[in-house]
């Protein structure tokens, strides 16, 4: 039956076949081996550490990327016969169901993150260094709902919390719930998290060895990025006070009840949101056997001042006018459950100002092999922003390439927002420059029916060009990693 994942299915139609977002990176031989602080030089490292253009991979100046994906679903309300049956079957969304997934949702987590290259180039040449430039999309759903909010989700209007229905006179249905007494949403939703972030960044990052010997090199590296706001929803009553505010583009054509000082008109894809942010790394290169990294990302915030709306610290949740999900259109479902000042008693704001997902970054690896690479990587969010990570990420991993040609990559982590994880990539190169890429963040998906962790990125138009180039590897008949 179409049961849980129905959710992810109507946040991921959210942003439409162009949304894509944050995700922990995009590239198929990071994914696979969980080692991007180190390991991702050229244009990939672009928002994971700008000191890494000072050197290449592959002993190629010039790197070409377009529309390389990454997208992934974690879900501990949801099984993977649930996810089966959502793609085999058409069965309808009963009551019965619909009861069953507000209890499984209830104090369970949902994530829903994704990334998209539009396009990447790079230059890297020794004693100059390495230019980047690189626009992406980045987007994370980070969702937690007590039983009460998991029960107004699913079951609207049906939810015993109204105890009073309105009825249609004429056609005798039942269009909305009402609570007679009505309760503080920050007393009713306690526990209860949701954000939601979709930007898009116009990166320029550049890199260079600072000091060089025979035995020791250090490269530093610095990154900017102009950033486009297209949405940000926080909901957020996990502490005493509740946070609630909303950021939408136009395109989503939400029907506020109320004007904003910043409402814009129409239904155009207009960003909402605008800022700045700074990437810093470094990387050191130790007798070219091991390699250490460290960098800081998303230095900035981002001025939101297109269709803002805060909600009331005393607004009580009294009544909706929906039946929950699996009923209702999407425009429909997000006017009442985040829009409808009955739910949250929106407020329309001129602007507000939040800070990017800052993180710190950090690897270490052993690259003395020709064929080899191994390492360690972890990933610390620095705040709670709409975006940020729920805990540090952790990856042990290596990547493998017995020929020119392929390259194998593969490690283990746990953290960030999902449970263990056992990470695969593969790697193609076509006649020394056109490279094709294949990963998922977690294969034992495959072998294990709880706590699904579904991802997939790829990369099908790579491409690798420009004469020998300065590398941290000794090079030789076989490209080193």
Not at 49 to 56: I, K, R, T
Not at 433 to 455: C, H, M, Q, V
Request: charged letters at 20%.
């Amino acid at each position: 039956m179409k049961k849980y994942f129905y959710l992810v299915l109507i946040l991921s139609s959210l942003h439409s076949f162009s949304m894509f977002g944050q995700s922990q990176y995009s590239s198929s031989s990071a994914t696979g081996s969980g080692l991007p602080t180190t390991l991702l030089t050229d244009y990939q490292c672009v928002g994971i550490n700008p000191a890494n253009l000072g050197w290449s991979n592959d002993n190629k100046q010039f790197h070409l990327g377009l529309a390389e994906v990454g997208v992934g679903i974690y879900s501990e309300a949801i099984t993977k016969k649930e996810i089966e049956n959502f793609f085999t079957s058409d069965d309808p969304f009963t009551e019965t169901d619909k009861i069953d997934a507000a209890r499984r949702f209830a104090n369970s987590r949902m994530v829903l993150d994704a990334e998209a290259v539009s396009v990447g180039f790079s230059f890297q040449k020794k004693n100059v260094g390495g230019f980047a430039f690189k626009v992406n999309d980045r987007n994370l759903w980070n969702i937690k709902l007590n039983t009460t909010a998991a029960e107004i989700l699913w079951l609207g209007f049906n939810s015993d919390y109204f105890d009073l229905k309105e009825v249609d006179p004429i056609t005798q249905e039942i269009v909305a719930g009402i609570s007679t007494n009505p309760m503080p949403a920050v007393d009713l939703l306690k526990g209860t998290r949701i954000t939601s972030l979709w930007i898009r960044e116009y990166g320029f990052s550049y890199g260079r060895h600072i000091f060089e010997s025979e035995t020791f090199k250090l490269y530093g590296g610095i990154g900017l990025k102009y950033i486009q706001g297209y949405s940000i929803i926080e909901i957020n009553t996990e502490g005493s006070e509740l946070t609630a505010f909303s950021s939408l583009s136009p395109v989503f054509d939400i029907n506020y009840p109320k004007e904003s000082p910043s409402s814009l008109s129409g239904t155009n894809f207009d960003p909402v949101g605008n800022g700045f942010g700074i990437d810093l790394g470094l990387t050191a290169d130790i007798v070219n056997q091991f390699r250490l990294s460290a960098a800081i990302n998303d230095i900035g915030n981002i001025k939101w001042d297109g269709n803002v709306y805060q909600a009331s610290y005393s607004s009580t949740i009294k009544r909706i006018e929906t039946g929950g999900l699996g009923n209702e259109s999407i425009a429909d479902l997000i006017d009442a459950l985040a829009v409808q000042d009955e739910v949250f008693q929106w407020e329309g704001i001129a602007s507000i100002d939040r800070p990017l997902p800052s993180t710190l970054r950090g690897g270490a690896a052993y690259i003395g092999m020709k064929k080899l690479h191994a390492g360690f990587d972890i990933l610390v969010p620095l705040n709670d922003a709409p975006g940020s990570r729920d805990a540090a990420l952790w990856n042990l991993g290596l990547r493998y390439q017995p020929l020119r040609s392929i390259a194998i990559s593969s490690g283990v982590g746990s953290g960030g927002d999902a449970s263990f994880h056992w990470s695969l990539g593969f790697d193609f190169t076509v006649a020394n420059t056109w490279e094709i890429g294949l990963a998922t963040r977690d294969i034992t998906t495959l072998f294990k029916s709880e706590n699904p962790y579904l991802s997939m990125v790829f990369g099908l138009l790579r491409f690798k060009f420009g004469g020998a180039h300065h590398s941290t590897d000794v090079v030789e008949d076989v490209q080193k990693i």
